[in-house]
């Protein structure tokens, strides 16, 4: 179960930003824990912490490709007076039991593999002959193709320090320290970390699964024709790929006519796949708002005060939501405005809270700074509550981008910040310092 009954509140009430969020984040619950295999919990939130339980490396180990030398037979060379030493063998990574190194001896080392005993520093390559007696060595012949050079002498050029280009045991992490913190999300080098350490599987919430559905007979698939009146679909390409953006498994479906019946008999049929549902159009007042029309009576089942409520919020834009759970797993949804900017302005302040709180991250919220308008820019909007603008933020300037008055999809594409007017401003001057939600 991924959520709770969310809050009744008077039919006329007008919700704030703040009011309408909480009650999302209250109502829905991280989705339980469970065991994947690391390239399955990719994305995922670690639900444990966990410990290493091996020291890495679990021995000293060459860095480079060269010989294992002991300091003293090589202190005082260089290109004039080499040092000659014996070569004693191979060491390749995995070798189970290497050669020892002796006084005027080196063994020939592979990057990876251990320190022969009595070896105390590892001489690249490069800073020898490779054993061919012909000035410096660029790297070494194959094994297959010259075997011989596991044996006979090598000339040294320089010296080494003790330790010089070796692996120390434990220099990465040791047995029993912290390898991750429960909350940690996990990316390519947390995976490898993992594996590093013998972890097979680990214990994580799963990415969140959500089902995006745009909704109005006048939306068509981009790449086909369009009719007279029709416009292409994008509302349901940017919420999908903003869900995944946020992190969740997210499914796209086509875009459902304006019929209540055809929409409640699709979602009912996408639940089966669906840790939350965003449906996007139709929650307005206008005659044909299907979603509004659909919803509105359906009932969530076994759950108190269930249901989807449609409300009015203090926002622009954006202003008519819908938000409450539904099916038998009392499912989330929440119903977005159908004009573009809407409806990804709404999708930043309220379904990506949503997602990251399924996924059981503690900060859920984008950065947020103030900032200053900047010189060359001014915002005239409508008197309203709130308003949300898009804009391009950079070294705690900020300025809009599209006009204050736009609400086109063209301006979004080249934002990359949203400017959050105070309630009470009709407009900002440049140098007024306003309040910026970071999307990049």
Request: aromatic share 4%; hydrophobic share 40%; with cysteine.
């Amino acid at each position: 179960m991924s959520s709770a009954a969310p809050r009744p509140a008077a039919p006329d009430h007008l919700w704030s930003v703040d009011e309408h969020l909480d009650d999302i984040l209250s109502t829905v619950r991280p989705l339980e824990p469970i065991e994947l295999r690391l390239l399955e919990a990719q994305g995922c939130v670690l639900v444990d912490d966990v410990m290493v339980p091996v020291t890495l490396p679990p021995f000293d180990n060459s860095s480079m490709d060269g010989y294992a030398v002991r300091v003293a037979d090589v202190e005082g060379a260089g290109e004039e007076f080499p040092a000659v030493l014996e070569v004693v063998g191979d060491v390749a990574a995995g070798a189970a039991e290497p050669v020892r190194v002796g006084p005027g001896q080196a063994a020939r080392i592979m990057t990876g593999a251990p320190l022969p005993p009595g070896a105390e520093a590892v001489v690249p390559v490069e800073w020898t002959d490779g054993g061919l007696g012909e000035g410096p060595a660029s790297g070494m012949r194959a094994r297959s193709l010259a075997p011989e050079g596991a044996e006979g002498q090598v000339r040294v050029y320089r010296s080494v320090e003790a330790r010089a280009h070796v692996r120390d045991k434990g220099g990465d992490v040791r047995a029993g320290d912290l390898a991750l913190a429960a909350g940690t999300v996990l990316g390519p080098p947390q995976i490898g970390l993992l594996s590093a350490i013998g972890h097979g599987t680990v214990r994580v919430r799963p990415r969140p699964r959500v089902v995006v559905m745009s909704t109005g007979s006048e939306l068509v698939q981009p790449g086909e024709p369009l009719g007279p009146g029709q416009i292409y679909d994008s509302n349901s390409f940017a919420l999908t790929a903003a869900a995944r953006d946020a992190g969740a498994i997210a499914y796209r479906v086509g875009a459902v006519a304006d019929d209540a019946d055809t929409l409640r008999s699709t979602i009912e049929d996408q639940l089966v796949r669906a840790d939350l549902m965003v449906t996007t159009g139709g929650v307005s007042v206008g005659a044909y708002d299907v979603v509004k029309e659909a919803l509105s009576h359906v009932a969530d089942e076994d759950e108190a005060g269930g249901g989807v409520d449609f409300r009015k919020l203090a926002m622009q834009p954006g202003k008519p939501q819908g938000f409450g759970s539904i099916g038998p797993d009392h499912t989330p949804l929440l119903a977005l405005p159908g004009n573009p900017v809407s409806s990804y302005v709404s999708f930043e302040m309220f379904v990506r809270p949503a997602i990251r709180t399924l996924m059981g991250l503690e900060d859920v919220h984008r950065p947020r700074v103030r900032a200053t308008l900047r010189t060359d820019a001014a915002l005239r909007s409508p008197k309203g509550r709130r308003q949300f603008l898009r804009g391009k933020y950079a070294d705690g300037e900020v300025a809009p981008v599209g006009g204050a008055g736009s609400h086109l999809i063209a301006a979004l594409a080249h934002a990359d910040a949203l400017i959050v007017l105070p309630e009470d401003m009709e407009s900002a001057e440049p140098g007024t310092e306003v309040e910026v939600v970071l999307l990049g």
